[in-house]
């Protein structure tokens, strides 16, 4: 026998178990500290950083140095062929992510700042480059001006209004499938729409900046007060009332608002004013902004009050309801490197707050089939496509299977990703990059697996509540035995108690799937792991370890005594690089909490 078991139940440890499983503890801490030492060695990952930084030889700056930041902004004012912004701009989000340091802080933020304001400069100036040629540019059957200028990171479409025809309804580009409607009044006007397609996002960068601490939904009605006459308004338009009343986490809002307006002899409107929680949902294809501009660039003031338009453009208008500020249209096909999950959502820049707001987009409609969307809004404004950032959360499933030596596949099934859609992953796969670029390039196409801070306040793991040290320790053992072994989810996981863990495992070599017959289970704790009597498909969850087998202080020892030669040998050969990469890649997405 491998443990007594006292008069209450438990398990009462020999002297020698005892003295065995100190050792295992050891042998695993000696373990860790050599593959640490490897990995890491002398140098810190600033350093490793720095060299590849000065490797690329690319004109980049380093981040971190003010000084190297300001001088890159001076040139780049003065030299249109310096643009390294975009890539500058990600490596400062993740310096940003990176410190506590409040100083280093407030100048990585001050520095995105300033870039994303010279990125909007030279934006404006293409954009003057290409009216000052609008001649150039004029379409023969509309009479009016239309050009199209894309590269690799920026699509910009731009048309002017030069025959100022009241029968002008819209423009689609359809060699990049971005369009746009205007009402009469604005198709009488001297205007020019400019569209600009962004495959990067800083505004909502600015937002999570503005906003640090907003971690929840935000949710608000806004009352407009407005006297019962159009003369009233017009007269009294200076003492409008707007009463803003914020709405509690349990959806109520405070005070009587039913009781309150009772007394009022006016007339109201109300409306909710729906923030994007930036930790729930994740903006998807980059930016879409829509201008109207006047002369010299500026922005044509849409809707405004009593348009300005001389008695002969009236006359052109067939209509009085036409005078009115009637909303404008826009059309987008789904940019081909992003895949939704669900239908898109679509989410306005609010520049005053500084954040993205769901509110004010009115007839959304969105054909899969076209992969297009269009709604309207009350004037043009950069707006992006959303989804639930946790939309493949809880797993359905995982498996961490070895190919060879140093080499595994880990596959997750996610809640509503469908592998047939494969049209948004061709720009990365097939390509080697590190864990941390393949998260971003996954969570960019919209195909996030990934966890953070905020996983748990969103994501429902059906009563599980892992203790992280145990977790960290298991994704840590399995990466160090993932040359061998395969493992993979098992429903008793939900079971075994917050203070366990339970999975499937099996020594593995061949490179096709794992035999069903072959799993066995494993009930991992804080103090000791064993095998289980029980198999998956057992009628009901047992602690009882299997007969014949003993447990053990760590996972890894408890794996040995079940393994070949050869797959021990596969273990102690792996390379440290490859175990880092699988241990990133289960603690990045912690299967054994989320499926």
Known sequence: LFYQASKKGKVKLTKADKARLQKEEEDRRLKEEEF?????????????????????????????????????????????????????????????KETSNLLDIQK??????????????????????ILKEATANIDTQTGNMQTVVKDEHVTLCLWANLKKNPRFKGLNFEEVGLGFEIPKQLAVSNIAVRILHTRYDHLSLLAR????????????????????????????????QISVEEEDQSGSVDGDLSSSLSHLNTSETCFRVQVVDMMQYSPLGGVFYYNILDTGLEVFPYP?????????????????????????????TIPDNVMFLENPQVARWDATGKQWRMDGVTEVMYSEEESKISFKMDSFQPFVLIQDTYANFPFQSWELKPLGQDSALYT?????????????????????????????????????????????????TYGK?????????????????????????????????????????????????????????????????????ISESSEA???????????????????????STEGIARTRTSHNLFVDTVQSLLCATRPLLYA
Request: with cysteine.
């Open 36 to 96: 640490h030492q490897k990995l890491f060695g002398n140098y810190s990952w600033c350093t490793v950083f720095q060299w590849e930084s000065y490797m690329c030889c690319d004109g980049t700056p380093d981040p971190s140095v003010q000084q190297e930041i300001n001088t890159y902004m001076s040139l780049w004012k003065e030299d249109p062929e310096v643009n390294v912004t975009k890539q500058l701009i990600e490596k400062l989000e993740d310096l940003l």
């Open 304 to 332: 405004q009050k009593g348009l300005q338009m001389n008695e002969s453009l009236i006359s052109k208008l067939d209509d009085v309801e036409s005078i009115g500020s009637p909303p404008v249209g826009v059309s987008v």
């Open 465 to 533: 509540v892992s203790d992280p040290l145990t977790e960290h320790s298991a994704y840590e053992q399995m990466a160090l035995f993932s040359s061998a072994c395969a493992f993979t989810w098992s429903r008793w996981n939900a079971q075994c108690g917050p203070e366990h863990l339970v999975m499937q495992v099996c020594e593995h070599f061949a490179t096709g799937p794992v035999p069903k017959d072959r799993w066995c289970l494993y009930l991992l704790g804080a103090q000791r792991s064993q095998m289980l009597g």
């Open 541 to 563: 969850f047992s602690p009882d370890h299997c007969l014949g087998t003993e447990f053990h202080s760590t996972f890894i020892h408890m794996l040995q005594d079940h393994m």
């Open 412 to 460: 997750i099934k996610g809640c509503m990703l469908q592998t047939q859609e494969q049209k948004c992953l061709s720009h990365f796969t097939g390509k080697w990059m590190n864990s941390t670029a393949l998260q971003r390039a996954m969570q960019d196409s919209g195909i996030n697996i990934f966890v953070n801070e905020f996983t748990e306040k969103y994501v429902t």
């Open 209 to 240: 900046m503005t906003h640090t601490r907003m971690h929840t939904p935000s949710s608000r009605y806004i009352s407009y007060k407005i006297n019962a006459t159009r003369e009233e308004v017009k007269t009294h338009d200076s003492e409008q």
């Open 108 to 129: 990585y933020q001050e520095a995105i700042a300033n870039l994303q304001e010279l990125i909007h400069l030279k934006h404006n100036l293409a954009t003057e480059e």
